[in-house]
């Protein structure tokens, strides 16, 4: 059966994140494959906003574009590259000579061809002081907190043009010039960048914020964690809350219930790249961790699972492959066990996740995901997972026995246990517990995904077209409804 193309809907795209890393992690990985499947399969363009001091944004985008993660349609744009390239017309406000600050050991400096394009420092009182420069050294902007002017914007003559109170006035400022008057959609993955974007109400923008990772405290109801509490409390002044599982979904409505917020919450999970389908040489008892080597990884687990399960099967191993800071810690745990001949840490691996094609089983131990995109990669490769049963994601994706195990959280000899009974099941068993992982797997595609946020987006905009007109009195309800009707149907038809 031939499906259409899931088109988007034809406006101004945006993904917002604080900043793109060299080697990025889940998240941005994410957030840049569903921008690729927006152009490719939904045919919109998406610019990539970012905020950060990053100072090699036009180089970096072109190793991005060597890799595949960047593609024609898709463009970064870092709002102080931006500001050096263009200034604002002057708003009229008082002239106020800089008083820049005076270099120190211990500034955070970022510096692009000899030139320094931000200069950063705390004050005594934990704040953070701030100049930033053009790039032919020229002031370019200040922020001092505490001033009825914390960030200020300077012509190339030094002489004042603009200023906002916070940062997040000089954000809104920016994305109004983005949008304009335009239909516009602006995806948050970033909870950083979020706190910017809560509140910021516009009539032809659509604010979706993305939570990439558990909201809960060591999953425990109505405990929000501290790094996304302010964002959560202020959920009901985005247009739309996206999480990645239903079970997520479920405890997020409850949380917020719980502390009286309302917000619409929807359930959109991350697309992985599904290999293609072609005969591979598996090591059966070979195992493979794909992780950042981080404390909530929780790596020490799967050293110890392998270990036991190595003593009950020699033939039993795994490669650990990520880098990060437990790295030593690791390789310590492993020499204490005496496991390795069987447990290799490989370091960072930028294909990191060819090796589930040839491995047998893959582990997962995290104290919390959002929805770990290792586990659908696993299966999408043949590679039956074994995963510690966490909030949130590996009970959205496994059915436990059918393809793939399900294990306590934390129970380190149960994982041990299921490591050694794959190895005993019948070939043939094991065979079509692989063949079934990858048909779960097919359910996070590009296309897949890109036509859940087709469906998703026109839905909101429709929500948020009309629901202006909703509480007012007649007579202007019905004027203002035949103007959204007006409004949506140029919108529909791209005009």
Not at 144 to 164: E, I, N, Q
Not at 205 to 229: D, Q, Y
Not at 266 to 293: C, E, F, K, Y
Not at 449 to 476: C, G, H, I, M, N
Request: charged content about 30%; hydrophobic content about 40%.
């Amino acid at each position: 059966m031939l499906h259409s193309r899931p088109r988007l809907p034809p406006a101004r795209h945006f993904a917002l994140t604080w900043g793109i890393a060299d080697q990025h992690g889940g998240m941005t990985s994410a957030m840049l494959r569903r921008s690729r499947a927006f152009r490719r399969l939904g045919g919109v363009d998406v610019d990539i906003l970012t905020l950060d001091d990053r100072p090699d944004y036009p180089e970096f985008a072109d190793l991005l574009h060597a890799a595949g993660e960047l593609i024609d349609g898709l463009r970064i744009r870092n709002l102080w590259d931006e500001l050096r390239r263009e200034s604002p017309r002057p708003r009229g406000i008082t002239p106020t000579a800089a008083e820049l600050l005076v270099p120190q050991a211990g500034d955070v400096v970022a510096s692009h061809d000899g030139t320094v394009l931000s200069r950063a420092r705390r004050d005594d009182a934990g704040r953070m002081l701030v100049d930033r420069f053009r790039r032919d050294g020229s002031l370019l902007a200040t922020e001092r907190p505490g001033d009825d002017r914390k960030v200020v914007l300077y012509s190339t003559d030094g002489a004042p043009l603009r200023d906002w109170r916070t940062t997040w006035g000089l954000y809104r400022w920016w994305f109004d010039r983005l949008t304009g008057k335009a239909p516009s959609f602006l995806l948050v993955d970033s909870k950083t960048a979020a706190r910017s974007v809560a509140g910021y109400r516009r009539d032809n923008v659509v604010t979706v914020h993305i939570v990439h990772a558990s909201h809960r405290v060591g999953g425990r109801p109505g405990t929000l964690r501290a790094t996304r509490e302010s964002v959560l409390r202020r959920a009901g002044e985005f247009d739309e809350i996206v999480v990645l599982t239903s079970r997520q979904r479920t405890d997020l409505v409850e949380d917020l219930a719980a502390i009286d917020v309302a917000a619409r919450i929807r359930t959109i999970p991350n697309a992985v790249a599904l290999p293609p389908r072609a005969a591979v040489t598996r090591d059966a008892s070979h195992g493979v961790v794909v992780a950042s080597l981080t404390r909530r990884k929780r790596l020490e687990h799967a050293v110890e699972a392998v270990a036991v399960a190595h003593a009950a099967d020699s033939t039993i191993d795994a490669d650990i492959i990520g880098e990060g800071p437990r790295e030593a810690a690791l390789e310590e745990h492993i020499q204490h066990l005496h496991a390795d001949g069987h447990v290799h840490l490989r370091g960072y691996d930028p294909d990191a996740r060819s090796a589930f094609r040839s491995a047998g089983f893959s582990l997962l131990t995290s104290t919390s995901e959002g929805l770990p995109l290792v586990l659908v990669e696993s299966m999408a490769a043949g590679c039956i997972p074994l995963a510690y049963d966490i909030r949130y994601g590996p009970a959205d994706m496994i059915s436990d026995g059918v393809d793939g195990f399900l294990v306590p959280d934390g129970d380190v000899q149960a994982l041990a246990r299921r490591i050694v009974d794959l190895q005993a099941m019948p070939p043939a068993a094991v065979e079509a517990m692989r063949r079934r992982a990858v048909a779960r797997a097919s359910e996070f595609s590009d296309d897949a995904v890109t036509r859940r946020w087709s469906r998703e987006l026109r839905a909101v905009y429709d929500t948020k077209l009309f629901a202006a007109a909703r509480d007012q009195p007649p007579p202007v309800r019905l004027r203002r409804r035949a103007g959204a009707l007006r409004r949506r149907a140029l919108w529909m038809l791209g005009r």
